[in-house]
């Protein structure tokens, strides 16, 4: 069977290309989540969460030292 990947499948009705359209666009469905797996356990995706933690963090922390403070009562 030719394998027609990322082809536009114009089918009105069930023909006889039918069935290989319907394996074809299976087979690029499972390209894709291959494709999607290896993203997925790369290191710099599963790192994303950490950044995002320490980005929050040094958030807080720059609000809390860039703070204006209270003015102090004159005696």
Known sequence: MARHKDA???LAEEGPGYEG???AVLMDIR?????????FACSNFLEIPRVLRDIRNMTQLTEA???????????
Do not use: F, G, I, S
């Open 65 to 75: 030292n860039t703070r204006k403070r209270k003015a102090k009562k004159p005696r």
């Open 31 to 39: 390209d894709e989540l291959k494709v999607l797996n290896k993203v």
């Open 21 to 23: 359209a319907k394996l």
């Open 8 to 10: 536009n499948w114009n």
